[in-house]
Nanobody, 124 residues
Framework: QVQLVESGGGLVQAGGSLRLSCADS????????MGWFRQAPGKEREFVAD????????HYADSVKGRFTISRDNAKNTLYLQMNSLKPDDTAVYYC?????????????????WGQGTQVTVSS
């Protein structure tokens, strides 16, 4: 069973950095592809980044490319999102998700498990 808990959110000024973490208390973390999503007030949830089970393949939304880095430590059952050069438009609740690696279709994984989210607020 996968249980995901995000942490690391907070309030930061524009131009600043934050690192989000997503810990899995289960024993199968390394077998899942992982992703980060975000949802701003009044908007739909949107894809941010994903990473393959091995960590060798990553993808990013155009809006964060070059500023955010997704990574994972399978020995620690933890997923990360390093966010640099933050902008007020990055303000949102950030969610991590786990999906079957074989679910890859049309450029995205399908996700089966979701965390509760962590709030990121970027002030101007």
């Amino acid at each position: 069973q996968v249980q995901l808990v995000e942490s690391g959110g907070g309030l930061v000024q524009a131009g600043g950095s934050l690192r989000l973490s997503c810990a899995d208390s289960g024993r199968t973390f390394s077998s899942y592809a992982m992703g980060w999503f975000r949802q701003a007030p009044g908007k739909e949830r949107e894809f941010v980044a994903d990473i393959s089970w091995s960590g060798h393949m990553t993808h990013y939304a155009d809006s964060v490319k070059g500023r955010f880095t997704i990574s994972r430590d399978n020995a620690k059952n933890t997923l990360y999102l390093q966010m640099n050069s933050l902008k007020p438009d990055d303000t949102a609740v950030y969610y991590c998700a786990a999906g079957n690696p074989s679910s890859w279709s049309n450029g995205r994984y399908k996700y089966d498990y979701w965390g509760q989210g962590t709030q990121v607020t970027v002030s101007s």
